[in-house]
């Protein structure tokens, strides 16, 4: 059964710095597609906003509310995802769920999330 695990959230003051850490097991890492999405606060309705992926050759892709702030990457091995943040905003702050990707032909499908990881960012 496949498991996604976040880690690493917590509270940081506006400029600050946090690192998340999605441990998983369950399926074959290195062949899906992973991701890092945000829902912010106040917004149950509102569909998860798409942060940053990260394919199964290393080719990455970012909002662009994030770009050259956040990093993604992986380690294959350990069969781990993380979401290195810099420079945070108080706009950053949200519930992080990290997910594992199938890709299709013109799509990503994303059948399996973690529980999330909640990170506050304060003025």
């Known amino acids: 059964q496949e498991q996604l695990v976040e880690s690493g959230g917590g509270s940081v003051q506006a400029g600050g710095s946090l690192k998340l850490s999605c441990a998983t097991s369950?399926?074959?890492?290195?062949?899906?597609?992973m991701g890092w999405f945000r829902q912010a606060p106040g917004n149950p309705g509102k569909a998860r906003e798409r942060?940053?992926?990260?394919?199964?050759?290393?080719?990455?892709d970012y909002t662009d509310s994030v770009t050259g702030r956040f990093t993604i990457s992986k380690d294959n091995a350990k069969n781990i995802l993380y979401l290195q943040m810099n420079d945070l905003r108080p706009e950053d702050t949200a519930t992080y769920y990290c997910?594992?990707?199938?890709?299709?032909?013109?799509?990503?499908?994303?059948?399996?999330w973690g529980q999330g990881a909640q990170v506050t960012v304060t003025a």
């Open positions: 997910a594992a990707g199938i890709q299709k032909i013109n799509r990503v499908d994303w059948p399996d």
């Open positions: 369950g399926f074959t890492f290195s062949m899906y597609c």
């Open positions: 942060v940053a992926i990260i394919e199964r050759d290393d080719t990455t």
